[in-house]
C-alpha cells in the first residue's frame, strides 16, 4: 500500500527503531509505546489483519514473538508482558497493516485489565454453538 505508515518503515523511507528483522518480518518499537519498550511486529508484506495473513506466515511469526517478548522482559525488567493483536477499527486497530503488540507491563504502572463480564442463562451456549457453526 502507497500510503501505509508500516510499509514505509519496511521500505526505510521512515525511520524506526528496529529491535528484529528477518526476510518476513520486522520488530521495531511503537513510537506511541503504553510503556518503555512496547514493540511491534509486522509481516513485511501487506496483509491489512490477521484474517489475511496466510496461516505459513502467522506459523513463521508465532516463534518470533514469543521470542521478542523475552527479550523484551529481560531488556525492560517488567513484571509481566502483554501480547496482543488489534483486528479492525472497532478493536482498535489503526493502522491498516497486520502488526501484533509486545507490551511490557510493570506491577502498579496504572494501566488496568477488561473488566469481565458474564452470560445470562443459556447464553454461553447459544454462544458457543454461534461460533462452532461459523468454523
Same mark, same amino acid.
Given at each position: 500500500m502507497i500510503d501505509c505508515v508500516f510499509c514505509k518503515i519496511v521500505k526505510g523511507e521512515i525511520p524506526a527503531d528496529k529491535i528484529y528483522e528477518d526476510g518476513n518480518c520486522l520488530a521495531f518499537?511503537?513510537?506511541?509505546?503504553v510503556n518503555p519498550g512496547h514493540t511491534l511486529l509486522i509481516p513485511k508484506k501487506h496483509y491489512?489483519?490477521?484474517y489475511e495473513l496466510p496461516d505459513e506466515l502467522l506459523s513463521?511469526? $508465532?516463534?518470533?514473538i514469543k521470542k521478542l517478548a523475552? $527479550?523484551?522482559?529481560?531488556?525492560?525488567?517488567a513484571d509481566g508482558i502483554n501480547i496482543?493483536?488489534?483486528n479492525e477499527a472497532a478493536a482498535g486497530q489503526i493502522v491498516p497493516h497486520a502488526h501484533f503488540h509486545i507490551i511490557p507491563r510493570f506491577a502498579g504502572d496504572g494501566h488496568e485489565h477488561w473488566k469481565g463480564g458474564s452470560y445470562p442463562t443459556g447464553e454461553a451456549e447459544k454462544t458457543a454453538e454461534k461460533i462452532k457453526l461459523s468454523l
Open positions: 518499537l511503537d513510537v506511541t509505546p491489512e489483519n490477521l513463521k511469526l $508465532a516463534p518470533i523475552v $527479550a523484551v522482559k529481560k531488556g525492560t525488567g496482543g493483536m488489534n
